[in-house]
């Protein structure tokens, strides 16, 4: 029988700047009688990650610009939050209602920059982190160092979407696994060619694990088990991230 | 432990128009001794109900009209498909390179209306459910009647994007649950009122689904267990769709 199972990793607490994610991760599962096992999928929800590798900010402590300031009149946001969120960005692809969409210097589009206030404590904002596969291939390496298991590494995070109402969590860094699942040029069990069969599994396997997570659990990494993942030691979630130049929508 | 559990419901075999689908999964789960129980939810693929619902179009029987025969030209499509495309459309969102993105009847933002020529047969098409949602409603209740278990159902299909490569699997259809949870007003540990915490959990139930599901694998069923779904005898995938004035990318 095909199956997958998702196992919440708990009992984690407020991660510190200064973590060691890998060692925390490894620890929780011991205190849950979980064993990882090689092509197990670790899902770790960014913010404990942004706050292991301090990309934290006090609000107070930022000097907002003229154009921060005019956006958020506009959008009738915090200006010390818009300041934070264009300093996150490379460009601002919508903006309208309350909304602020970019694309991050990761090339992510997404709402704020994924700069977030909750979770982190009053008056304070998380950032993502700075290079998040480099993030995710440190946790992974540090979980092959203490317990042999080479296993795959997402980190996650809520975003919005397009035309539809409600976050869905993505990957926004992954490692030890391809990103994608890429079926064209095989046939169906009638002889036509797939000729769309790109599945997105890195998300996928972010969004199966967000109803584990929860937002107010306090769950931030998942074990997915089951999942036959295509193993690929220099995976990034750029492999995610359509040009510009092919995006109807930018 | 939070746990979630996915498994496939296999041998389920080709789908003729016309077919139960409800009594055809009931089997399917007899005869993988999978015992269906309250609060299970079912991920059933949209190309089946399609299927049993005569969903299906010969592409030789079509005739494309002067403007399908237009844009077909400008997108390299077979004007046949064109048509039915847009006969399945309400509005055409954008078009570029070979893309062909418009809204659905229903309400869908997604490339073709949907349409597609894969596990269906050589020169033919599904089309959606007309009433996706009506169609996992029937679904539903005809399993209740069999077992007497009420069980949440989700019709999904795989959609494209904006701005990220691949596919994920969404929700066309729901019936029994709620779409979305919706979080905001609550508190997160630090005090922090959440406002942005609404998560469209029957896409990510879908995006799950998907994994366990491939594009090849004959497995257009799977059961999801473990999930807290909240329940709502009315629920509808419309709480999903973003209305076009609140939309930035349309």
Redesign the interface.
């Known amino acids: 029988?095909?199956?997958?199972?998702?196992?919440?990793v708990?009992g984690i607490g407020e991660v510190h700047a200064g973590a060691r994610l890998g060692q925390i991760i490894c620890d929780g599962c011991l205190s849950?009688a979980i064993e990882l096992a090689d092509n197990d999928l670790l899902v770790v929800a960014q913010k404990i990650v942004s706050k292991a590798e301090g990309r934290t900010v006090r609000l107070d402590e930022v000097k907002p610009s003229e154009r921060a300031r005019q956006l958020a009149q506009e959008l009738d946001k915090d200006p010390a939050l818009v300041e934070v969120i264009l300093g996150e960005s490379r460009k601002v692809i919508?903006t309208?209602?309350r909304?602020l969409?970019v694309e991050t210097h990761h090339g992510?589009?997404c709402?704020n920059a994924g700069v977030d206030?909750?979770?982190?404590?009053?008056g304070q904002v998380a950032l993502l982190p700075r290079d998040p596969d480099r993030s995710a291939r440190q946790i992974r390496d540090e979980i092959q160092r203490l317990t042999g298991k080479s296993v795959g590494v997402i980190i996650s995070d809520?975003f919005?979407?397009?035309?539809?109402?409600?976050?869905?969590?993505?990957a926004v860094g992954i490692a030890g696994m391809k990103?994608?699942k890429d079926?064209r040029g095989?046939q169906?069990?009638?002889?036509?060619e797939?000729?769309?069969?790109?599945?997105?599994?890195a998300?996928?396997?972010a969004?199966?694990a967000?109803?584990?997570m929860g937002?107010?659990?306090?769950?931030p990494v998942v074990i997915v088990r089951g999942?036959q993942l295509e193993k690929k030691e220099d995976g990034s979630v750029r492999?995610?991230?359509?040009p510009e130049a092919?995006?109807?929508?930018?």
Chains 1, 2 share one sequence.
Not at 1 to 8: A, D, T, V
Not at 194 to 201: E, G, N, P, R
Not at 246 to 250: A, G, K, M, P
């Open positions: 029988m095909k199956r997958l199972e998702l196992f919440g708990q849950q919508r309208g209602g909304a969409i992510f589009v709402a206030q909750s979770n982190v404590g009053l809520s919005g979407r397009a035309w539809r109402i409600g976050t869905v969590d993505v990103a994608i079926e095989s169906d069990h009638h002889g036509y797939l000729k769309a069969a790109v599945a997105a599994v998300d996928e396997v969004a199966a967000e109803l584990v937002k107010r659990d306090g769950v999942y492999e995610l991230l359509r092919e995006d109807l929508f930018r």
